[in-house]
């Protein structure tokens, strides 16, 4: 009897136990996966379409608590705009973000140099390189393809021959305002700020293993395993505070880009949406010269609304835009009104100076411009076809009148009736009151003038 009410206690104490590892197992049973993290890639120039897809990809990480938004880079510079949209972004976003200089052969140039600066965590695959940041304005200004201003003589103080870099006052305001900018994302990410400021006044550049020795980047990774594997326990300061980052591990979730961001990335091209508006513009003409043929209003107000909409994304100009439209005009009004060709020539020169002036080099790193091969083979077919059309409508202009009331001078005839200088004559299937010298029935004559109704003819020769 003693022994009873132990042997219960120690049955209560076995299922107390049994019940916990259960509960233990259960816990361990119903535990989540671990957030994989998200990696995005942008490749080529910086613009609209880059920024919308890292603000998307900073959306979902965050809704997701992923540890990490991982950005593979490989560009040669963009927009400005864009740029400072994306550095913007990364300096607000409570996730750490990774800037991958990847895969082997590509390159952070320009823009991708402010990135990887702004970035929490800047790491590189091999034969890679990232710098050459200097404004594209301060290496070629004005006219396309024309040299480099002279610079002043370099002097002996290195501090002095820094700030007299430039030879205008505009330019070493955006040199040294592009130097403050990279500089202040150095000190705040603790990288060496002495580099940045080298490849925004020098062009430097580095390679992924010489950044790493120059405290550019934080590692140098073959793969995205082996970059999640290197950063793992990292400490980084996000927008909300300090972070550690947990990316051992953990899988790995590529967010592709939307169809409208794919659809935006092809006609953002400056070649593309040159094209796009010169098909727009002649369609609408065509449309206008032969009412009712519907297909090239149709086509042409399709790449008009598609190229404006590239264009909205772009650095345009706006007086490189409307030199394009005055010579598109010029050369239209020149079919319609022939004259010496002095309206079709200003028209060629305002087309060329328009295309080349199409965009505006001040809100961009790299070289925004259509290609000389496309402008030039473009400006040929425009003037091939303006000049074809003008020697159309010359040759009109000297063919026989064949509809309205000239068209009755010259024609030829017969007398049907003929009485004191007036009578009928038969003309172009029809019968008509007519005057002239005396006729006899049957004889054959030539319309000379009309007088309203009344023909005036003489005998044909």
Same mark, same amino acid.
């Given at each position: 009897?003693?022994?009873?009410?132990?042997?219960?206690?120690a049955?209560?104490?076995?299922?107390?136990?049994?019940?916990?590892?259960?509960?233990?197992?259960?816990?361990?049973?119903?535990?989540?996966e671990?957030?994989?993290?998200?990696?995005?890639?942008?490749?080529?120039?910086?613009?609209?379409?880059?920024?919308?897809?890292?603000?998307?990809?900073?959306?979902?990480?965050?809704?997701?608590?992923?540890?990490?938004?991982?950005?593979?880079?490989?560009?040669?510079?963009?927009?400005?705009?864009?740029?400072r949209?994306?550095?913007?972004?990364?300096?607000?976003?409570?996730?750490?973000?990774v800037?991958?200089?990847?895969?082997?052969?590509?390159?952070?140039?320009?823009?991708?140099?402010?990135?990887?600066?702004?970035?929490?965590?800047?790491?590189?695959?091999?034969?890679?390189h990232?710098?050459?940041?200097?404004?594209?304005?301060?290496?070629?200004?004005?006219?396309?393809? !024309?040299?480099?201003?002279?610079?002043?003589?370099?002097?002996?103080?290195?501090?002095?021959?820094?700030?007299?870099?430039?030879t205008?006052?505009?330019?070493?305001?955006?040199?040294?305002?592009?130097?403050?900018?990279?500089?202040?994302?150095?000190?705040?990410r603790?990288?060496?700020?002495?580099?940045?400021?080298?490849?925004?006044?020098?062009?430097?550049?580095?390679?992924?293993?010489?950044?790493?020795?120059?405290?550019?980047?934080?590692?140098?990774?073959? !793969?995205?395993?082996?970059?999640?594997?290197?950063?793992?326990g990292?400490?980084?300061?996000?927008?909300?505070?300090?972070?550690?980052?947990?990316t051992?591990g953990?899988?790995?979730r590529?967010?592709?880009?939307?169809?409208?961001?794919?659809v935006l990335a092809?006609?953002?091209?400056?070649?593309?949406a040159?094209?796009?508006?010169?098909?727009?513009?002649?369609?609408?003409?065509?449309?206008?010269?032969?009412?009712?043929?519907?297909?090239?209003?149709?086509?042409g107000?399709?790449?008009?609304?598609?190229?404006?909409?590239?264009?909205?994304?772009?650095?345009? !100009?706006?007086?490189?835009l409307?030199?394009?439209?005055?010579?598109?005009g010029?050369?239209?009004?020149?079919?319609?009104?022939?004259?010496?060709?002095?309206?079709?020539?200003?028209?060629?020169?305002g087309?060329?100076?328009?295309?080349?002036?199409?965009?505006?080099?001040?809100?961009?790193?790299?070289?925004?411009?259509?290609?000389?091969?496309?402008?030039?083979?473009?400006?040929?077919?425009t003037?091939?076809?303006?000049?074809?059309?003008?020697?159309?409508?010359?040759?009109?202009?000297?063919?026989?009148?064949?509809?309205?009331?000239?068209?009755?001078?010259?024609?030829?005839?017969?007398?049907?009736?003929? !009485?004191?200088?007036?009578?009928?004559?038969?003309?172009?299937?029809?019968?008509?009151?007519?005057?002239?010298?005396?006729?006899?029935?049957?004889t054959k004559?030539?319309?000379?003038?009309?007088?309203?109704?009344?023909?005036?003819?003489?005998?044909a020769?």
């Amino acid at each position: 009897m003693r022994r009873r009410p132990l042997l219960l206690f120690a049955l209560f104490c076995a299922w107390l136990a049994g019940s916990t590892a259960s509960g233990r197992g259960d816990a361990v049973q119903t535990t989540p996966e671990k957030e994989p993290v998200l990696l995005i890639d942008v490749k080529g120039a910086i613009g609209f379409v880059s920024t919308a897809h890292l603000e998307r990809g900073l959306q979902q990480a965050k809704a997701k608590s992923a540890p990490a938004l991982v950005m593979r880079l490989d560009t040669p510079g963009g927009l400005v705009s864009s740029t400072r949209d994306m550095i913007n972004a990364i300096l607000a976003s409570p996730v750490p973000v990774v800037i991958y200089v990847a895969p082997s052969g590509a390159r952070a140039a320009s823009a991708g140099a402010y990135l990887a600066y702004a970035a929490h965590i800047a790491a590189m695959a091999p034969a890679t390189h990232i710098g050459a940041a200097t404004p594209v304005q301060m290496g070629a200004p004005g006219m396309p393809g !024309s040299p480099p201003p002279n610079k002043p003589a370099p002097s002996s103080d290195p501090k002095k021959t820094s700030e007299t870099e430039g030879t205008t006052a505009m330019e070493r305001k955006i040199i040294n305002d592009a130097v403050a900018y990279i500089r202040s994302l150095a000190e705040l990410r603790n990288r060496n700020a002495d580099w940045a400021e080298r490849a925004v006044r020098e062009a430097a550049t580095l390679t992924a293993t010489d950044a790493l020795k120059e405290g550019v980047v934080d590692v140098v990774a073959g !793969s995205v395993e082996e970059l999640l594997a290197a950063i793992d326990g990292r400490t980084v300061k996000t927008a909300t505070g300090v972070a550690t980052v947990g990316t051992k591990g953990r899988a790995v979730r590529v967010l592709e880009p939307t169809w409208n961001m794919r659809v935006l990335a092809a006609i953002a091209d400056p070649n593309i949406a040159f094209v796009l508006l010169l098909i727009g513009i002649y369609g609408i003409i065509f449309e206008f010269m032969n009412p009712g043929a519907i297909a090239p209003g149709v086509i042409g107000g399709i790449c008009l609304i598609v190229a404006l909409t590239a264009l909205s994304v772009l650095p345009v !100009s706006y007086g490189g835009l409307a030199l394009l439209i005055l010579g598109i005009g010029l050369m239209l009004v020149e079919i319609l009104s022939p004259g010496f060709g002095l309206l079709g020539i200003g028209g060629i020169i305002g087309f060329v100076l328009g295309a080349l002036f199409l965009f505006d080099p001040a809100d961009s790193d790299i070289d925004f411009s259509v290609d000389w091969h496309l402008l030039a083979f473009m400006t040929a077919i425009t003037a091939l076809f303006f000049f074809g059309a003008l020697t159309y409508a010359v040759r009109a202009r000297q063919r026989p009148v064949r509809t309205g009331a000239e068209q009755m001078i010259g024609a030829t005839g017969e007398v049907v009736s003929w !009485s004191n200088g007036e009578g009928r004559v038969h003309v172009h299937g029809e019968i008509w009151a007519a005057r002239g010298p005396a006729l006899a029935p049957g004889t054959k004559i030539r319309v000379v003038q009309r007088e309203n109704l009344t023909l005036i003819v003489v005998a044909a020769n």
